[in-house]
Nanobody, 128 residues
Framework: QVQLVESGGGLVQPGGSLRLSCAAS????????MGWFRQAPGKEREVVSC????????YYTDSVKGRFTISKDNAKNTVYLQMNSLKPEDTAVYYC?????????????????????WGQGTQVAVSS
């Protein structure tokens, strides 16, 4: 059974940092793309970042480039999102997702429809 469990969200001041984790079970990260999405109140869910299964090819939406870093530990079957220099506009529920069972090797998709399994989300609030 495919399962994704996010953790690491919380309340942080502007300029602060958080590291989100996504623990995967029921499949291995070796063959599938993984993505982080976020959804702010009243807005649609949008892609933040994704990582391919091989060679760690990554994608970042423009608003987080240079501030966020996606990574994964295949041995722990876990994906991370390091978020630095956080801004109030980063406030949202953050979701982890996988392209499983579709394999993505040398790239990762940025579209929501390419991801088939989702975690329950973790709240990130950036406020002074």
């Amino acid at each position: 059974q495919v399962q994704l469990v996010e953790s690491g969200g919380g309340l942080v001041q502007p300029g602060g940092s958080l590291r989100l984790s996504c623990a995967a079970s029921g499949f291995t990260l070796d063959y599938y793309a993984m993505g982080w999405f976020r959804q702010a109140p009243g807005k649609e869910r949008e892609v933040v970042s994704c990582i391919s299964s091989s060679d760690g090819i990554t994608y970042y939406t423009d608003s987080v480039k240079g501030r966020f870093t996606i990574s994964k530990d295949n041995a722990k079957n876990t994906v991370y999102l390091q978020m630095n220099s956080l801004k109030p506009e980063d406030t949202a529920v953050y979701y982890c997702a996988t392209s499983h069972p579709r394999r993505w090797v040398i790239s990762c998709p940025s579209g929501r429809n390419e991801y088939n399994y989702w975690g329950q989300g973790t709240q990130v609030a950036v406020s002074s």
